[in-house]
């Protein structure tokens, strides 16, 4: 997903949850890697840690439940693998609490860190897992070439209230659907 400065944060903030944390994560189409132009970075990450800290991990047959369970032993060891590397090369922003309900089972703590480059990441990381990285204005379509060049991109998501940029990045953008000022994950 790609934010710039004209977004409307509120909504932001909620697509995002949306789009990371549905289903654990593990959607095709959930949100792994969250672009913000630098002139929002810091309200959007602030208003993103508060509402992680608000997320409800446990059984999804609770209504008060956010997050369930990923799908099993094997995914649940692959986040945490992959949780444990972003600690040391990139930067925990927030990880929403695990409750005593989550102590048996597959759950993940749903959690977001900011990294420098999307090639950072080896792999589709397929969990609650958001990576956050900022670009400065002026370098959007360094952002649209780093995308390109990963390999995969099924599903984009813009956040412009510009129509010219909305048109320019999915006019540039290789990916199988994309949605404008809305959550990905249809």
């Known amino acids: 997903m790609i934010v710039d400065s004209s977004a409307l944060p509120e909504q932001v903030i909620d697509d995002v949850l949306t789009s990371s944390f549905q289903s654990a994560g593990q959607r095709c189409s959930a949100l792994r890697v969250l672009f913000v132009q630098e002139d929002v970075a810091a309200r959007i990450i602030e ?33 945490e693998r ?9 930067r925990l922003l927030c990880q929403a609490p695990l409750g005593p309900a989550t102590e048996h089972g597959t759950f ?18 397929f969990g609650p897992i958001l990576h956050v990285i900022r670009y400065r204005a002026d370098r959007l379509d360094q952002v649209i070439d780093a995308i390109n060049a990963i390999g995969y991109g099924l599903t984009l998501g813009i956040h412009s209230r510009i129509d010219e940029t909305v048109r320019h990045i999915s006019g540039r953008l290789r990916v199988g659907n994309a949605y404008v000022n809305r959550n990905m994950i249809g």
């Open 82 to 90: 992959h949780a444990e590397r972003m600690r040391r090369e990139a």
């Open 108 to 125: 993940v703590a749903p959690q977001a860190f900011e990294i420098d480059r999307i090639d950072r990441l080896e792999r589709e990381v």
């Open 47 to 79: 208003m993103l840690e508060g509402a992680m800290a608000e997320l409800v991990v446990g059984d999804p047959a609770m209504l008060k439940t956010d997050v369930g369970p990923v799908i099993d032993l094997e995914a649940k060891t692959m986040l």
